[in-house]
Each structure stands twice: as structure tokens, then as C-alpha cells.
């Protein structure tokens, strides 16, 4: 069993950045490829960003491309979700996702634990 607290989020204007975190613990993480979703207010979750579990490979949305980052540390165990340049449409509940796969993905089903969330609000 894997647990996911995510951490980071918070208020900021438009343009600027955030850096949010997913720690895990009861398992590590380095054999589980990692994802991040974001639901926004009205909207059904949506998928973010995903890294293999080496952090060899890296998947964005194509909303996000450019702007945000997904990185790693195995040896933390802790995996980070870079955001710059954010606009108003960021906002949303991001989530953490942890699959027991290699490989990442960016459909909801394919992850086996998830994170409670943290808000990420984008004022203009």
C-alpha cells in the first residue's frame, strides 16, 4: 500500500509559479511510474503531466507543455510538479497518482493510489 500527500499549493497571480510535491510513504516509489491530474471547478479530472519510473520519460498535456515540469527523487521518494507561467485556467484541485508499472500513463484507470489533493489557485 502506497500513501500520497501532496503539498505546495496555494494562491498566486497569473504568471507566476508554484512548486508542488507528492511524498510518499509505505512503499517506495521507485518502481512506480507517477502521474498528475488537476480538477477544476466544473471540470472532470484531467491529466497533467506523467514520469516514468526511472524519470527517463516524461508526458505533458499539451495545455501544459512548456509551462510546467515533472520531476523525481527515488532517493526521497518524493516526486514534483514544476508550474510556471501560470494562467487563471491552472486553477484546479491537483492530484497525485502512483502506478504499479514501469511505464507512465495519462488515463485515471491506469493508476492504482492517489493523493487527497492540493488547491492551486491562479488569480488574473
Known amino acids: 500500500q502506497v500513501q500520497l500527500v501532496e503539498s505546495g499549493g496555494g494562491l498566486v497571480q497569473a504568471g507566476g509559479s508554484l512548486r508542488l510535491s507528492c511524498a510518499a510513504s509505505g512503499r517506495t516509489l521507485s518502481t512506480y511510474a507517477m502521474g498528475w491530474f488537476r480538477q477544476g471547478p466544473g471540470k472532470e479530472r484531467e491529466f497533467v503531466a506523467a514520469?516514468?519510473?526511472?524519470?527517463?520519460?516524461?508526458y505533458y498535456a499539451d495545455s501544459v507543455k512548456g509551462r510546467f515540469t515533472i520531476s523525481r527523487d527515488n532517493a526521497k521518494n518524493t516526486v514534483y510538479l514544476q508550474m510556471n507561467s501560470l494562467k487563471p485556467e491552472d486553477t484546479a484541485v491537483y492530484y497525485c497518482?502512483?502506478?504499479?508499472?514501469?511505464?507512465?500513463?495519462?488515463?485515471?484507470?491506469?493508476?492504482?493510489?492517489w493523493g487527497q489533493g492540493t488547491q492551486v489557485t491562479v488569480s488574473s
Open positions: 497518482a502512483a502506478r504499479r508499472l514501469f511505464i507512465a500513463a495519462s488515463r485515471e484507470y491506469e493508476y492504482d493510489y
Open positions: 514520469i516514468s519510473w526511472s524519470g527517463g520519460s516524461t
